[in-house]
C-alpha cells in the first residue's frame, strides 16, 4: 500500500514538473512572439513618420497632384489609428491591421509612381534620401514581419503538441494569427514590353 501510494506520489510529482516546465516554455514563446509582434509596429511607425516628409517634398514640386497626396495622407492616417495589443491579437484584428497597411503601401507606389513625371524632384537630396529610407523600412517590414511569423509558428506548434495541448487551452494559451498574404499575391505580374 506504501508503495502506491510512493508511486503514485511521483507520477504527480512528475507530472506536475513536466506541466511546470511547459508551462514557463509556453510563457516564454508567447511573450517572444509578442515582442515580435511589438517590433513589426515599429517598422510600420517608422514607416508612417517618414511620410509626412515625403508628402511635403513632393508638394513642393508636384502641388497639382493633391488627389495622390490626399491619398497618401489619408491612408496614413487610417494605419496608424490602428494600435493593436499583442494580448488581443486574433485573426480580424491583424486582417484589419493589415488591410490599413496595404492601402497605405498601394497608395505610395501610387505616389512614388507619380514622381517619375517630375525629374527635378527625383534629382532633389531629400527626396532620395527619403526614397531611400523607405525602401530600407519596407526591407525592414518584411524581415519583422519573417520574425514575427516565426515566432508566432514556433508558439502555434508547443501549443498543439502532446501533452502540451491538453492543459494549454486551461492556462489560456491560444493560437496566435499569422500574417495573410496580400489579395492577388498568388497572380505573378504581367510584364509588357
Known sequence: MFRHIVMVAVAMLALSSLTSCNYNSL??????????????????????DLIPNLVNTVKGYASHES???????????????????????DEASLKK????????????????????????????QNFMALQAQLEGTENRIATERKRYTEAVRDYNV????????????????????????????????????
Open 27 to 48: 510563457v516564454e514563446k508567447r511573450e517572444n512572439a509578442d515582442q515580435q509582434w511589438a517590433q513589426v509596429e515599429n517598422v510600420y511607425q517608422r514607416r508612417a
Open 67 to 89: 488627389e495622390t497626396l490626399q491619398a497618401v495622407v489619408e491612408a496614413r492616417a487610417k494605419a496608424t489609428s490602428i494600435n493593436i495589443d499583442p494580448k488581443n491579437l
Open 97 to 124: 491591421f493589415q488591410d490599413a497597411q496595404g492601402e497605405l503601401s498601394a497608395a505610395l507606389g501610387k505616389l512614388l509612381a507619380v514622381t517619375e513625371a517630375y525629374p527635378d524632384l527625383k534629382a532633389n
Open 158 to 193: 508547443a501549443i498543439k503538441k502532446f501533452p502540451t495541448t491538453i492543459y494549454a487551452g486551461w492556462f489560456g494559451f491560444e493560437e496566435m494569427p499569422q500574417f495573410k498574404a496580400e489579395a492577388g499575391a498568388e497572380k505573378a505580374p504581367e510584364v509588357k514590353f
